[in-house]
């Protein structure tokens, strides 16, 4: 890799655009779960085929470059593995043939939505709304198609079904930073080009959210330090002025100890203090016993470089500073409470851009605070009460143990549960019940359409009306319909209409048009005062959010929390159980540092979003077997060579790797990569909440790893 643009793999094509005769380009936006919220443009050729997807040259986030997950999108699109037709199982579910097409049998829309409709009407008669569960899951995150409002809210509010929360990802992060902060967005990511340091804990920055990456560099051109927080020498953390490795889990105790050095030595920021946060004297006083010595025995790691990183901090020129929290660090059992921890550095070193306050410090996690579309009007609010809410992450406990009602009918979209949710094991025991009806909205078949009783084809974002916002940055984009639907393939908005009429439903708001439920998001007085209009937002495909003003204050003059400050103590988090102060526990499994057992810690892959399509040929095409990577120390105690089959397990389940010997992983932790079909490391998690929101621990796991037998010879 030699330049950025290489180290990014962005496209770097000319940002002219070339228009042949009959050619057109219609703009549109990527809909994975993705910070980087890219817009991008797709040329149609004049027999109206997709024939080029780039990113928009104008979008000052994508600045004209996708990413290697998304470039070959059209191919992707045009996979023979592509769903074209509503499908019924004809096996049992759980058995798969080599060709899964062999499981179904096509059937027409209207017997798809003839079945679903009746089994829908038997089922409330029966047990009652609560019953059906609509599962949204991350692969489209669009308001429109998606799982951000999700789509279909109109017909599940009217019918009174149960609610879907989505835990899976970054829920515990949101909540531990509404008792400081009070909400999740602490700065506009883009002015950390003015940050004194930046401070990346628990991100990928460089592979999860590169588009951000040539910002950070401004910064570091201007003189900040990159400062990572990782149990993994990621390509982020390689690129760092100082990399400080933790045991997983355990970074509430390393922030903590950061907090105690930074008022310790007096290089905190007491006029901000003072002014803007609640608590102050309680905090110091309840930090006494995180001296570095003790943060360098529970987090592992060398007192010399705890110290390099507090000199580091303490600087006066390294101000304001900005922290990048990633999703990582929250997948532990008190992810919530560390993420809390972590967002009073900004605090104590006065780096929240509040009124008047210079920009480029403060907190990056999330950014939908300024976004402000209309979801109610969208969402269909009105329509009707959902008594029950299940979390997605408790997917295998809901199906096997819920009662009063039992969940009796699923319908999942944009998820892959099989492969994505903790605990494989369960999670298809749940799905196997033989009374459980199941239908999945999908683009291909995937290890969750096996369980499937029937399967919808869905068009693909270039196919479809959607909207998309980031979580880094802070422009709302449209996307347009670029060309027809392949086969039978109908947009979800399209599989709700067609459903509410099968059932026979006459409220009319079931029935609104994709480009009218688009305008309802943006049917607000802030967006008709900054002058956005659907034909306004369709030239350019993107609006910068009209709260987001430039530089970005995302409080004003205060904190939007219960007294208005930054509260170091917090009356609403003892409350609710987490105690007044921002506090530290162990993980429930990680971080021990015990012999003979492992961290796993599996991260986003380079190829890949999660899993979706990772089981496309043009995936499979290009990458490797999956590996797990492991300290040369902890693989020649476990007589583990590089290159050696290995098992993968505990008391869970158990996956079959191949071991790569190296130091991307610190001593005590396995490293690999989420997402890919078959490989299994869910296995291994546990279904187990993690202190705030039904958070799911994934990076909360002990396994044992060793080499594998040989294969039987006879
Ligand atoms: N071990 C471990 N597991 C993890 C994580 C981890 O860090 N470690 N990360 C977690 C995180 S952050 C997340 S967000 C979850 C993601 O978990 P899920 O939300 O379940 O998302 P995916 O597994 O990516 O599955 C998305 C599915 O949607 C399909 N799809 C894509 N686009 C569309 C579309 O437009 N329409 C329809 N109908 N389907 C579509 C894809 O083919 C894919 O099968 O995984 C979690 N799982
Ligand atoms: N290429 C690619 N990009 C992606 C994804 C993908 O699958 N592939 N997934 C997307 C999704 S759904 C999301 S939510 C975001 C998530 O993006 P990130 O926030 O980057 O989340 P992760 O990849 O889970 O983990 C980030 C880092 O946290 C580290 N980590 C794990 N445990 C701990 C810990 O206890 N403490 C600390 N300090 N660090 C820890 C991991 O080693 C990893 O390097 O990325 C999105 N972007
Ligand atoms: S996956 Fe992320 S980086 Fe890639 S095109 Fe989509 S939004 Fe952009
Ligand atoms: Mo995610």
Same mark, same amino acid.
């Not at 002025?241 to 905190?268: F, M, N, Q, S, V």
């Not at 902890?634 to 050696?644: M, N, T």
């Given at each position: ?69 998304? /470039? ?31 499981? *179904?049998?096509?059937?027409? #829309? ?19 709304? +609560? ?27 009217? =019918?009174?079904?149960?609610?879907? *929360? ?10 531990? =930073? ?20 930046? %401070? ?41 002025? %100082? ?22 030595? !007096? ?14 004297? !309680?905090f110091a006083r309840s930090l006494r016993e995180w001296d570095l010595a003790r943060v360098a ?9 705890? /110290? ?36 009073? %550095? ?10 008047? @306050? ?43 143990? =819920? ?10 979209? $944009? ?49 479809? #009306?959607?909207?998309?916002?980031? *979580? ?5 984009? %449209? ?25 026979d439903l006459d409220e009319p708001e079931l029935y609104a048009t994709d ?33 987001? $003003? ?11 929390? !219960? ?16 105690? @007044? ?84 992983? @610190? ?8 997402? #890919? ?9 546990? !279904? ?19 080499? +594998? ?6």
């Amino acid at each position: 890799m030699t330049d950025l643009a290489d180290e990014l793999q962005t496209s770097t094509e000319s940002k002219h655009m070339t228009s042949h005769s009959g050619e057109r380009t219609v703009i549109g936006s990527c809909p994975l779960d993705c910070p980087d919220g890219c817009s991008w443009v797709v040329t149609v050729s004049d027999e109206g085929r997709a024939t080029r997807l780039r990113g928009n040259p104008d979008h000052p986030f994508t600045a004209g470059g996708l990413c290697k997950k998304v /470039n070959p999108w059209l191919k992707m699109a045009e996979d023979p593995a592509r769903l074209l037709q509503p499908l019924r199982r004809v096996r049992p579910k759980g058995e798969r043939s080599a060709n899964r097409f062999d499981d *179904f049998v096509p059937i027409s #829309w209207d017997e798809a939505m003839a079945e679903i409709a009746a089994r829908f009407t038997d089922i409330i008669d029966s047990s009652g709304p +609560a019953a059906i569960w609509p599962f949204a899951g991350t692969g489209n995150v669009g308001f429109v198609q998606g799982g951000a409002l999700p789509v279909g809210s109109r017909l599940w509010n009217h =019918l009174g079904v149960s609610k879907h *929360f989505l835990t899976i990802c970054s829920v515990s992060g949101h909540i531990g =930073l509404s008792y400081t902060v009070g909400t999740a967005t602490g700065m506009d990511p883009e002015d950390v080009v003015d940050a004194g340091a930046v %401070l990346i804990w628990g991100s990928n920055t460089l592979v999860a959210n590169q588009h951000w990456w040539p910002f950070v560099e401004k910064a570091a051109d201007g003189g900040a330090p990159i400062l990572v927080i990782d149990p993994l020498r990621t390509r982020t953390a390689a690129r760092a002025d %100082l990399h400080l490795a933790p045991r997983p889990g355990t970074d509430g105790a390393l922030a903590l100890g950061l907090c105690r050095a930074l008022i310790d030595r !007096e290089a905190i920021d007491s006029e901000f203090i003072e002014t803007y946060t609640e608590g102050f004297d !309680e905090f110091a006083r309840s930090l006494r016993e995180w001296d570095l010595a003790r943060v360098a025995d529970v987090c592992g790691l060398p007192i010399g470089e705890l /110290n390099q990183l507090v000199d580091l901090l303490c600087e006066p020129a390294h101000r304001p500073l900005a922290v990048k929290l990633g999703q990582g660090m929250q997948r532990h059992a008190f992810g919530g409470q560390a993420s809390r921890v972590v967002s009073c %550095l900004p605090a104590l070193t006065g780096s929240y851009p509040l009124d008047g @306050r210079p920009a480029g410090g403060g907190l990056v996690y999330s950014t939908h605070a300024p976004y402000k579309i209309n979801t109610p009007l969208a969402a269909g609010r009105h329509l009707g009460e959902r008594p029950r809410a299940l979390a997605m992450t408790n997917l295998a406990a809901n199906l096997l143990e =819920l009662n009063d009602p039992p969940v009796e009918a699923l319908f999942v979209h $944009g998820a892959n549960p099989v492969v994505s949710n903790p605990d494989t094991e369960r999670v298809r025991q749940g799905l196997s019940r033989p009374d459980l009806f199941c239908v999945v909205a999908e683009i291909y078949l995937t290890e969750t359409t096996d369980y499937a009783d029937i399967v919808l084809p869905s068009t693909m974002q270039h196919e479809q #009306w959607e909207v998309n916002d980031s *979580f880094a940055h802070m422009y709302l984009n %449209l996307n347009q319909p670029a060309v027809e639907p392949p086969g039978e393939c109908v947009p979800h908005t399209e599989m709700f209409r067609r459903l509410a009429r099968a059932m026979d439903l006459d409220e009319p708001e079931l029935y609104a048009t994709d480009t009218e439920l688009v305008a309802a998001l943006i049917d607000t007085d802030e967006y008709r005062a900054a002058g956005v209009t659907l034909e306004s937002w369709k030239r350019t495909g993107w609006v910068r959010a009209p709260a987001a $003003g430039r530089p970005y204050r995302p409080f004003g003059d205060g904190f939007p929390t !219960e007294s208005g400050r930054f509260e170091f103590v917090s009356s609403r988090a003892e409350r609710d159980g987490h105690g @007044r102060l921002p506090n530290y526990r162990p993980p429930t499994e990680a971080g021990s540092g015990d012999v003979d057992v492992y961290d796993l810690v599996a991260i986003g892959s380079d190829w890949h979003i999660n899993s979706v399509f990772a089981g496309t040929q043009v995936v499979i095409g290009r990458t490797d077997a999956p590996t797990i990577s492991l300290h040369p120390d902890d693989a020649e105690r476990d007589g583990i060579s590089d290159g050696d089959r290995i098992v993968v397990f505990n008391d869970r389940g158990s996956f079959a790797a191949v071991a790569a010997v190296n130091h991307q992983a @610190r001593t005590g932790v396995a490293a690999t990569t989420k997402g #890919w079909w078959g490989m299994g490391v869910n296995n291994t998690v546990a !279904e187990r909440d993690s202190d705030m929101g039904r958070g799911a621990v994934f990076h909360d796991n002990r396994v044992r790893i060793r080499v +594998a037998a040989e294969p039987d010879q006879g």
